[in-house]
């Protein structure tokens, strides 16, 4: 079995902060998390961050300087920092995870920015 658990999300006020954390196990082979994805109503999921295979860190251009990936890879737990958070951010937020080539998606954590 593979499990990815979100958890963090609510609902906040513009400007506001939030801490999403993926934790993931497996019981047949180690996964490790790799990217935060977010989707929005009605509008494709989309990557907001990602860890390369050789180690740099990339992060979309609308959350760049606001949001802070990290991850400790030996007990597969990944965290999403988000700060001064716009409405615009307002999206279900997945964790990815791979084994070798194959990818596991978590259920995903709603985040909501309004006032």
């Known amino acids: 079995q593979v499990q990815i658990v979100e958890s963090g999300g609510g609902l906040v006020q513009p400007g506001g902060s939030l801490r999403l954390s993926c934790v993931t196990s497996?019981?047949?082979?180690?996964?490790?998390?790799m990217a935060w994805y977010r989707q929005a109503p009605g509008k494709q999921r989309e990557l907001t961050a990602i860890?390369?295979?050789?180690?740099?860190?990339n992060y979309a251009v609308s959350v760049r300087g606001r949001f802070t990936i990290s991850r400790e890879r030996a007990n597969g737990t990944m965290w999403l920092q988000m700060n001064s958070l716009k409405p615009e951010d307002t999206a279900i937020y997945y964790c990815?995870?791979?084994?070798?080539?194959?990818?596991?998606w978590g259920q995903g954590t709603q985040v909501t920015v309004s006032s």
């Open positions: 990815y995870a791979s084994h070798g080539a194959y990818g596991y």
């Open positions: 497996s019981s047949i082979f180690d996964v490790y998390p």
């Open positions: 860890f390369t295979d050789d180690g740099p860190i």
